[in-house]
């Protein structure tokens, strides 16, 4: 099974900030990673798949890089609606996994 | 617009059986891949079960493995979730997701998600 380990656990910055999340996989996974914003109370949203590619009506603030084993999300001036939880997972292999999820809040 | 509907959750004691659904509608539901994925109160998201647009191929995750069956009708556009042998652990929200598309190779990601139902699994 590939581990997918996030950090940090919990970001806090500043709104009009950059925030920047990570996201590792225990083997490679080429770029067959997704990120996922998902808010209180609410089912996770698409935001990135194929490592780097905006999903539909994501804007262009969010951006993602990376391949093999190392990943990044970059979110560039924070708006408050972005202030929620993101989670990174694999689709290389079975079983699909999931990083354990980074909280963005604000400071 | 692309949505799908989960229902079925509920309060169940350990040992028990539930069987939730997804309505699927605004895309071609026998086209498509379809997961369920939970989230344990406060806790991140597991992918637990997958099957393909015909049904043939179905994968689990080890947790649920020998205790709950995916299904799917394609002439009513839902999928379902036959859920045995509940353990307390099994309480969480439930989520359907579509998956990947037959004709489109590696297009397998969560997209979109319905808004989950809740399990509780408590004596």
């Known amino acids: 099974e590939i581990v997918m380990t996030q950090s940090p656990a919990t970001l806090s910055v500043s709104p009009g900030e950059r925030a920047t999340l990570s996201c590792r996989a225990s083997h490679s996974i080429s770029n067959n990673l997704a990120w996922y914003q998902q808010k209180p109370g609410q089912a996770p949203r698409l935001l990135i798949y194929g490592a780097s590619t905006r999903a539909t009506g994501i804007p262009a603030t969010f951006s993602g890089s990376g391949s093999g084993t190392e990943f990044t999300l970059t979110i560039s001036s924070l708006q408050s609606e972005d202030f929620a939880v993101y989670y990174c997972?694999?689709?290389?292999?079975?079983?699909?996994?999931f990083g354990q999820g980074t909280k963005l809040e604000i400071k | 617009q692309v949505q799908l509907v989960e229902s079925g959750g509920g309060s169940v004691k350990p040992g028990g059986s539930l069987r939730l659904s997804c309505a699927a509608s605004g895309f071609t539901f026998g086209d498509y891949y379809m997961s369920w994925i939970r989230q344990a109160p406060g806790k991140g998201l597991e992918w637990i079960a997958y099957?393909?647009?015909?049904?043939?191929?179905?994968y689990y995750a080890d947790s649920v493995k020998g205790r709950f069956t995916i299904s799917r009708d394609n002439a009513k556009n839902s999928l379902y979730l036959q859920m045995n042998s509940l353990r307390a652990e099994d309480t969480a929200v439930y989520f359907c997701a579509r998956d990947g598309h037959k004709l489109v190779a590696g297009r397998d990601w969560f997209d979109p998600w319905g808004q989950g139902t809740l399990v509780t699994v408590s004596s």
């Open positions: 099957m393909s647009h015909s049904g043939s191929t179905k």
């Open positions: 997972q694999q689709y290389n292999q079975w079983p699909r996994t």
